[in-house]
Protein backbone atom coordinates (compact mmCIF):
# COMPACT_ATOMS: atom_id res chain seq x y z
CA UNK A 1 0.00 0.00 0.00
CA UNK A 2 1.09 3.46 -0.60
CA UNK A 3 1.05 6.18 2.06
CA UNK A 4 -0.65 9.70 0.47
CA UNK A 5 -2.06 13.19 1.60
CA UNK A 6 -5.43 14.95 1.67
CA UNK A 7 -3.61 17.88 0.16
CA UNK A 8 -6.06 20.46 1.66
CA UNK A 9 -5.46 19.24 5.15
CA UNK A 10 -1.93 20.67 5.18
CA UNK A 11 -3.51 24.02 4.52
CA UNK A 12 -1.20 25.28 2.03
CA UNK A 13 -0.96 26.67 -1.60
CA UNK A 14 -0.68 23.85 -4.59
CA UNK A 15 2.58 24.14 -4.90
CA UNK A 16 3.63 24.35 -1.12
CA UNK A 17 1.66 21.91 -0.37
CA UNK A 18 2.68 18.91 -2.91
CA UNK A 19 6.60 19.46 -2.18
CA UNK A 20 5.63 19.28 1.96
CA UNK A 21 3.80 16.33 1.54
CA UNK A 22 6.87 15.14 -0.88
CA UNK A 23 9.28 16.26 2.09
CA UNK A 24 7.20 14.25 4.40
CA UNK A 25 7.86 11.01 2.18
CA UNK A 26 4.92 10.19 0.88
CA UNK A 27 4.19 9.85 -3.27
CA UNK A 28 0.76 11.02 -3.55
CA UNK A 29 -2.22 12.94 -2.63
CA UNK A 30 -5.93 13.76 -3.22
CA UNK A 31 -7.06 16.96 -3.89
CA UNK A 32 -10.47 18.78 -4.32
CA UNK A 33 -11.66 18.91 -8.27
CA UNK A 34 -12.49 22.59 -7.80
CA UNK A 35 -9.08 23.98 -6.07
CA UNK A 36 -7.66 27.50 -7.25
CA UNK A 37 -5.31 24.81 -9.37
CA UNK A 38 -7.14 21.83 -10.43
CA UNK A 39 -10.86 22.93 -11.55
CA UNK A 40 -13.46 22.26 -14.29
CA UNK A 41 -13.06 23.20 -17.15
CA UNK A 42 -9.01 23.83 -17.14
CA UNK A 43 -6.90 24.04 -20.60
CA UNK A 44 -5.13 20.81 -22.27
CA UNK A 45 -1.91 23.61 -21.11
CA UNK A 46 -2.94 23.72 -17.71
CA UNK A 47 -3.32 20.41 -17.46
CA UNK A 48 -0.20 19.25 -19.00
CA UNK A 49 1.69 22.04 -16.79
CA UNK A 50 0.43 20.43 -13.20
CA UNK A 51 0.97 17.23 -14.69
CA UNK A 52 4.39 18.42 -15.29
CA UNK A 53 5.19 19.60 -12.21
CA UNK A 54 3.60 16.63 -10.34
CA UNK A 55 6.36 14.21 -12.69
CA UNK A 56 9.08 16.22 -11.70
CA UNK A 57 8.57 15.78 -8.21
CA UNK A 58 7.52 11.96 -8.48
CA UNK A 59 3.99 12.77 -7.01
CA UNK A 60 1.15 11.57 -8.50
CA UNK A 61 -3.23 12.57 -7.76
CA UNK A 62 -4.40 9.65 -5.88
CA UNK A 63 -8.08 10.40 -6.00
CA UNK A 64 -10.02 13.88 -6.59
CA UNK A 65 -12.48 14.63 -4.03
CA UNK A 66 -15.74 15.82 -6.04
CA UNK A 67 -18.40 16.48 -3.77
CA UNK A 68 -20.45 19.23 -4.08
CA UNK A 69 -23.01 17.93 -1.66
CA UNK A 70 -25.62 15.27 -1.41
CA UNK A 71 -29.10 17.22 -2.66
CA UNK A 72 -28.12 15.86 -5.75
CA UNK A 73 -28.78 12.55 -4.78
CA UNK A 74 -32.57 13.75 -4.02
CA UNK A 75 -33.22 16.16 -5.90
CA UNK A 76 -32.18 15.53 -9.42
CA UNK A 77 -34.64 17.57 -11.34
CA UNK A 78 -33.53 20.45 -9.42
CA UNK A 79 -29.83 19.87 -9.19
CA UNK A 80 -29.49 18.55 -12.76
CA UNK A 81 -26.83 21.30 -13.05
CA UNK A 82 -24.89 19.87 -9.91
CA UNK A 83 -25.08 16.54 -12.10
CA UNK A 84 -23.68 17.44 -15.18
CA UNK A 85 -20.54 19.75 -13.03
CA UNK A 86 -20.05 16.26 -11.90
CA UNK A 87 -19.43 14.48 -15.06
CA UNK A 88 -17.53 17.32 -16.27
CA UNK A 89 -15.51 16.44 -13.00
CA UNK A 90 -14.94 13.12 -15.07
CA UNK A 91 -14.07 14.57 -17.73
CA UNK A 92 -11.24 16.32 -15.29
CA UNK A 93 -10.18 13.03 -13.96
CA UNK A 94 -9.85 11.78 -17.31
CA UNK A 95 -7.55 14.08 -18.07
CA UNK A 96 -4.87 13.87 -15.60
CA UNK A 97 -5.52 9.83 -15.52
CA UNK A 98 -6.77 9.96 -12.61
CA UNK A 99 -9.12 6.79 -11.99
CA UNK A 100 -11.38 7.76 -8.39
CA UNK A 101 -13.52 10.47 -7.79
CA UNK A 102 -14.98 10.47 -4.01
CA UNK A 103 -18.18 11.56 -3.06
CA UNK A 104 -20.70 11.61 -0.38
CA UNK A 105 -24.17 10.81 -1.66
CA UNK A 106 -26.24 11.47 1.82
CA UNK A 107 -27.40 8.51 3.78
CA UNK A 108 -28.90 5.54 2.22
CA UNK A 109 -32.30 4.54 3.17
CA UNK A 110 -32.74 1.21 5.41
CA UNK A 111 -35.70 0.69 3.88
CA UNK A 112 -35.10 -0.23 -0.07
CA UNK A 113 -38.97 0.01 -1.36
CA UNK A 114 -39.18 4.04 -0.92
CA UNK A 115 -38.74 7.02 -4.05
CA UNK A 116 -36.18 7.92 -1.73
CA UNK A 117 -33.95 4.95 -2.45
CA UNK A 118 -35.04 4.68 -5.69
CA UNK A 119 -33.93 8.22 -6.66
CA UNK A 120 -30.53 7.84 -5.04
CA UNK A 121 -29.90 5.00 -7.06
CA UNK A 122 -30.90 6.06 -10.34
CA UNK A 123 -28.56 9.03 -9.70
CA UNK A 124 -25.34 7.37 -8.79
CA UNK A 125 -25.92 4.87 -11.84
CA UNK A 126 -26.18 7.91 -13.95
CA UNK A 127 -22.96 9.43 -12.68
CA UNK A 128 -21.10 5.54 -12.33
CA UNK A 129 -21.87 4.94 -15.56
CA UNK A 130 -20.81 8.28 -17.08
CA UNK A 131 -17.05 7.47 -14.95
CA UNK A 132 -17.18 4.21 -16.15
CA UNK A 133 -16.85 5.53 -19.91
CA UNK A 134 -13.53 7.41 -19.32
CA UNK A 135 -12.00 4.45 -16.39
CA UNK A 136 -13.04 5.93 -13.54
CA UNK A 137 -14.40 4.74 -10.23
CA UNK A 138 -17.14 7.28 -8.45
CA UNK A 139 -16.54 5.94 -5.22
CA UNK A 140 -18.98 6.47 -2.21
CA UNK A 141 -17.35 7.42 1.00
CA UNK A 142 -18.29 5.45 4.42
CA UNK A 143 -19.78 6.05 7.44
CA UNK A 144 -22.84 7.98 6.36
CA UNK A 145 -24.59 4.42 6.83
CA UNK A 146 -23.23 1.07 7.97
CA UNK A 147 -21.36 -0.99 5.94
CA UNK A 148 -23.59 -4.08 4.80
CA UNK A 149 -26.58 -1.72 3.80
CA UNK A 150 -24.02 0.93 1.25
CA UNK A 151 -22.72 -3.08 0.28
CA UNK A 152 -26.17 -3.79 -0.53
CA UNK A 153 -27.12 -0.49 -2.15
CA UNK A 154 -23.95 -1.14 -4.41
CA UNK A 155 -24.66 -4.56 -5.03
CA UNK A 156 -27.88 -3.38 -7.25
CA UNK A 157 -25.79 -1.01 -9.08
CA UNK A 158 -25.27 -2.42 -12.33
CA UNK A 159 -22.24 -0.41 -13.67
CA UNK A 160 -18.21 -1.04 -13.67
CA UNK A 161 -17.72 2.77 -11.96
CA UNK A 162 -18.68 2.34 -8.71
CA UNK A 163 -16.98 2.05 -5.75
CA UNK A 164 -15.85 2.63 -2.28
CA UNK A 165 -13.94 5.43 -0.80
CA UNK A 166 -12.77 3.95 2.67
CA UNK A 167 -13.03 6.00 5.66
CA UNK A 168 -11.99 4.18 8.85
CA UNK A 169 -12.84 7.07 11.12
CA UNK A 170 -16.54 8.05 9.64
CA UNK A 171 -17.22 3.69 10.53
CA UNK A 172 -15.91 4.07 13.70
CA UNK A 173 -16.85 7.90 15.25
CA UNK A 174 -20.43 7.79 13.44
CA UNK A 175 -21.70 3.83 13.17
CA UNK A 176 -19.70 2.47 16.20
CA UNK A 177 -18.92 0.06 13.68
CA UNK A 178 -15.29 -1.99 13.43
CA UNK A 179 -13.98 -0.86 10.20
CA UNK A 180 -12.61 -5.01 9.64
CA UNK A 181 -16.27 -5.60 9.51
CA UNK A 182 -16.72 -2.94 6.98
CA UNK A 183 -13.76 -3.53 4.99
CA UNK A 184 -14.96 -7.67 4.38
CA UNK A 185 -17.93 -6.45 3.98
CA UNK A 186 -17.44 -4.13 1.00
CA UNK A 187 -13.87 -5.80 -0.07
CA UNK A 188 -15.44 -5.73 -4.11
CA UNK A 189 -15.95 -2.38 -4.00
CA UNK A 190 -12.79 -0.37 -1.97
CA UNK A 191 -11.25 1.71 -4.73
CA UNK A 192 -9.42 4.40 -2.25
CA UNK A 193 -9.08 4.97 1.75
CA UNK A 194 -8.33 7.97 4.02
CA UNK A 195 -6.46 7.36 6.67
CA UNK A 196 -7.68 9.02 9.78
CA UNK A 197 -8.55 7.90 13.34
CA UNK A 198 -11.59 9.16 15.58
CA UNK A 199 -13.58 8.36 18.68
CA UNK A 200 -17.54 7.86 18.72
CA UNK A 201 -18.71 9.68 22.14
CA UNK A 202 -22.24 8.72 21.59
CA UNK A 203 -24.32 7.65 19.09
CA UNK A 204 -25.11 10.68 16.47
CA UNK A 205 -28.20 10.62 14.33
CA UNK A 206 -27.20 10.15 11.26
CA UNK A 207 -29.67 11.96 9.02
CA UNK A 208 -29.49 15.22 11.01
CA UNK A 209 -25.84 15.13 11.00
CA UNK A 210 -25.11 15.04 7.32
CA UNK A 211 -29.14 15.00 5.31
CA UNK A 212 -30.62 17.39 7.58
CA UNK A 213 -31.43 19.94 5.23
CA UNK A 214 -32.80 17.52 2.52
CA UNK A 215 -34.90 16.27 5.52
CA UNK A 216 -35.97 19.73 6.90
CA UNK A 217 -34.87 18.63 10.02
CA UNK A 218 -33.13 20.49 12.96
CA UNK A 219 -28.80 19.87 12.26
CA UNK A 220 -27.17 17.55 14.72
CA UNK A 221 -23.60 18.91 14.82
CA UNK A 222 -21.06 16.28 16.05
CA UNK A 223 -20.20 18.15 19.09
CA UNK A 224 -20.56 15.35 22.02
CA UNK A 225 -21.19 12.88 19.75
CA UNK A 226 -17.73 12.17 17.88
CA UNK A 227 -14.38 13.67 18.28
CA UNK A 228 -11.45 12.96 15.24
CA UNK A 229 -7.99 12.47 16.74
CA UNK A 230 -4.60 12.03 15.49
CA UNK A 231 -3.61 8.64 13.83
CA UNK A 232 -3.41 5.61 16.38
CA UNK A 233 -5.35 7.81 18.96
CA UNK A 234 -8.76 6.96 17.95
CA UNK A 235 -11.06 3.64 18.03
CA UNK A 236 -9.48 2.58 14.89
CA UNK A 237 -7.73 -0.88 15.81
CA UNK A 238 -4.96 -0.04 12.78
CA UNK A 239 -3.19 -3.66 12.96
CA UNK A 240 -6.21 -5.16 12.59
CA UNK A 241 -7.64 -2.74 9.75
CA UNK A 242 -4.71 -2.53 7.68
CA UNK A 243 -4.64 -6.73 8.09
CA UNK A 244 -7.70 -6.84 6.90
CA UNK A 245 -7.31 -4.35 3.69
CA UNK A 246 -4.03 -6.72 3.18
CA UNK A 247 -6.41 -10.01 3.55
CA UNK A 248 -8.85 -8.69 0.86
CA UNK A 249 -5.95 -7.25 -1.46
CA UNK A 250 -6.33 -3.34 -1.25
CA UNK A 251 -2.86 -2.07 -2.28
CA UNK A 252 -3.77 1.79 -2.84
CA UNK A 253 -3.64 4.49 -1.59
CA UNK A 254 -4.01 5.40 2.22
CA UNK A 255 -4.69 9.23 1.76
CA UNK A 256 -4.44 10.96 5.11
CA UNK A 257 -7.29 12.90 6.02
CA UNK A 258 -7.13 15.32 8.92
CA UNK A 259 -9.87 17.88 9.32
CA UNK A 260 -9.35 19.55 12.41
CA UNK A 261 -6.72 20.41 15.26
CA UNK A 262 -4.50 23.09 15.38
CA UNK A 263 -1.32 21.84 13.82
CA UNK A 264 -2.13 19.51 10.72
CA UNK A 265 1.26 19.28 9.71
CA UNK A 266 2.71 17.63 12.58
CA UNK A 267 -0.59 15.43 13.00
CA UNK A 268 0.25 14.34 9.11
CA UNK A 269 3.88 13.76 9.72
CA UNK A 270 2.98 12.17 12.93
CA UNK A 271 0.52 10.17 10.66
CA UNK A 272 3.09 9.23 7.90
CA UNK A 273 5.54 8.08 10.37
CA UNK A 274 2.69 6.19 12.07
CA UNK A 275 1.58 4.07 9.08
CA UNK A 276 5.39 3.42 7.38
CA UNK A 277 5.99 1.42 10.82
CA UNK A 278 2.49 -0.21 10.26
CA UNK A 279 2.34 -1.20 6.60
Given amino acids: ?11 KEFKEGVLLAKSMGVNGFQIYAGSPTIYVGMSKQAIHDVKAFLDDNGM ?7 DMGNKMFYFPNEMRESIEHQKRVVDLAEGFGVNVITTHVGV ?35 GPEPSIRLKHFLDEIESKGKGVNFDPANLAMVQGENPVEGVYNLRDYIVHTHAK ?49 KAVGYDKFLT ?11 DIQKAVTFLKQEI
Fill in 1 to 11: MKIGIFLESLR
Fill in 60 to 66: EISAFCG
Fill in 108 to 142: IPEDRNTKMYDTMKSVYTELANCAANANVHFAIET
Fill in 197 to 245: DGKMLKKICSEAFYINEVLGIEHQSEEGYFLETPLGDGDVIWKDYLGAL
Fill in 256 to 266: IEREVGEDPVA
